[in-house]
C-alpha cells in the first residue's frame, strides 16, 4: 500500500514545514532506543513504515533518505533506559533527535503515537500509527530502525552468545537463554530483566 502523498501531512500541520519524527527499540531486552527527525525535501518513492519493509529495501530507502532529506538522530544508552524508565528516554531520544536536526525556521513536529513530547516552542501533533501514513515520519522509521539494527550488528561482534545481529535485542529464545548462561553485559536494560533472572 502506498503511503499517502506529502500533502497530506501537510495539511495536518495547517501548510507548515513537518518534521516528522519516530523511536525504534522500545521493546528490546539491550540496546539503546533511538530516535530520528526527518523534514523531506522532496518526495521519496517506496517510503513506508519501516516494519513493512524488508532489511534490504529499508536499507536502499535510507541511502536515499541521508542524501535527500534533513534527518536528526537521537539514542539514550541501556544504562540511560535503566535510570530514566523508557517513557523518559524515548522522550530524550526524540528530542536529542530534533536537536541535532538543527532546523531553525518555523515547523511543526509531527510524532508518531499518542504522546508529545516536547520540543521547546514548537508546535507538536501526534497520530498514531503516523509511521504508515506520513511520508517524514516513515523516513524517519526506517532511518532509525536501520541505525539501531546496525549498532547491534556492531554489538554482536563483541557479544556473539547473544545473537544480537539477529534479534537485534529482543527477547528471543537465543537471547534469554544466553542471558541465563552468560550474564548480563553493559548493554542489557537490567530493569527489563527482572522476570528473566528471578
Same mark, same amino acid.
Given at each position: 500500500?502506498?503511503?499517502?502523498?506529502?500533502?497530506?501531512?501537510?495539511?495536518?500541520?495547517?501548510?507548515?514545514?513537518?518534521?516528522?519524527?519516530?523511536?525504534?527499540?522500545?521493546?528490546? @531486552?539491550?540496546?539503546?532506543?533511538?530516535?530520528?527527525? =526527518? $523534514?523531506?525535501?522532496?518526495? /521519496? +518513492?517506496? %517510503?513506508?513504515?519501516? *516494519? !513493512?519493509?524488508?532489511?534490504?529495501?529499508?536499507?536502499?530507502?535510507?541511502?536515499?533518505? @541521508?542524501?535527500?532529506?534533513?534527518?536528526?538522530?537521537? =539514542? $539514550?544508552?541501556?544504562?540511560? /533506559? +535503566?535510570? %530514566?524508565?523508557?517513557? *523518559? !528516554?524515548?522522550?530524550?531520544?526524540?528530542?536529542?533527535?530534533?536537536?541535532?536536526?538543527?532546523?531553525?525556521?518555523?515547523?511543526?513536529?509531527?510524532?508518531?503515537?499518542?504522546?508529545?513530547?516536547?520540543?521547546?516552542?514548537?508546535?507538536?501533533?501526534?497520530?498514531?500509527?503516523?509511521?504508515?501514513?506520513?511520508?517524514?515520519?516513515?523516513?524517519?522509521?526506517?532511518?532509525?530502525?536501520?541505525?539501531r539494527d546496525r549498532a547491534m550488528v556492531r554489538l554482536a561482534a563483541r557479544y556473539a552468545a547473544y545473537c544480537w545481529h539477529t534479534n537485534k535485542g529482543y527477547g528471543s529464545k537465543a537471547h534469554r537463554e544466553a542471558i541465563l548462561s552468560q550474564g548480563v553485559t553493559p548493554h542489557h536494560r537490567h530493569s527489563f530483566l527482572t522476570?528473566?533472572?528471578?
Open positions: 500500500m502506498q503511503i499517502p502523498c506529502p500533502q497530506y501531512e501537510a495539511s495536518l500541520a495547517g501548510g507548515s514545514t513537518v518534521i516528522g519524527v519516530d523511536e525504534v527499540g522500545r521493546g528490546p @531486552l539491550a540496546g539503546p532506543v533511538v530516535a530520528a527527525a =526527518a $523534514v523531506l525535501g522532496t518526495p /521519496i +518513492d517506496g %517510503l513506508r513504515d519501516s *516494519k !513493512a519493509l524488508s532489511e534490504k529495501k529499508r536499507n536502499l530507502l535510507t541511502v536515499q533518505i @541521508l542524501r535527500e532529506a534533513r534527518i536528526g538522530m537521537g =539514542a $539514550v544508552s541501556a544504562q540511560g /533506559i +535503566d535510570a %530514566l524508565g523508557i517513557e *523518559k !528516554a524515548t522522550r530524550l531520544a526524540m528530542q536529542r533527535a530534533v536537536d541535532t536536526l538543527g532546523f531553525e525556521g518555523e515547523a511543526v513536529v509531527l510524532v508518531d503515537g499518542n504522546r508529545a513530547p516536547k520540543f521547546g516552542d514548537r508546535r507538536v501533533l501526534t497520530e498514531v500509527k503516523a509511521d504508515a501514513s506520513c511520508p517524514s515520519v516513515a523516513a524517519a522509521s526506517i532511518v532509525a530502525k536501520v541505525t522476570k528473566i533472572l528471578s
